[in-house]
């Protein structure tokens, strides 16, 4: 059984920094790529950012310069750095990883169950 758990959200004001991590566990062989999505009510899942296992990240226009992601292969863990938040940023922000598990012979696409970022202005 494989899962992943999201943990760091929480109330910020304008300007202000979060980092909300995830960490994979269960029976991984191994993981691809990970990356983290968001959503408000009513809208879509977008993309924040995403990174391969060899590092490479790609993030949204509405946070580059702002939001990093950053990942250590020997936790299984992800983690997203948010500064200059805005009100605009307030979502569940949910982990993703495409994951070969043990015994499945391709890799399967997991979820977080989402931590909530709430930015006052």
């Known amino acids: 059984q494989v899962q992943l758990v999201e943990s760091g959200g929480g109330l910020v004001q304008a300007g202000g920094s979060l980092r909300v991590a995830c960490v994979a566990s269960?029976?991984?062989?191994?993981?691809?790529?990970m990356g983290w999505y968001r959503q408000v009510p009513g809208k879509q899942r977008e993309l924040v950012a995403g990174t391969t296992s060899g590092g490479t990240a790609n993030y949204a226009d509405s946070v580059k310069g702002r939001f990093t992601i950053s990942r250590d292969n020997t936790k299984n863990t992800v983690y997203l750095q948010m500064n200059n938040l805005k009100p605009e940023d307030t979502a569940v922000y949910y982990c993703?990883?495409?994951?070969?598990?043990?015994?499945?012979?391709?890799?399967?696409?997991?979820w977080g169950k989402g931590t909530l970022v709430t930015v006052s202005s």
């Open positions: 993703h990883a495409e994951i070969f598990a043990v015994g499945f012979f391709s890799r399967r696409s997991y």
């Open positions: 269960g029976s991984i062989s191994s993981i691809n790529d």
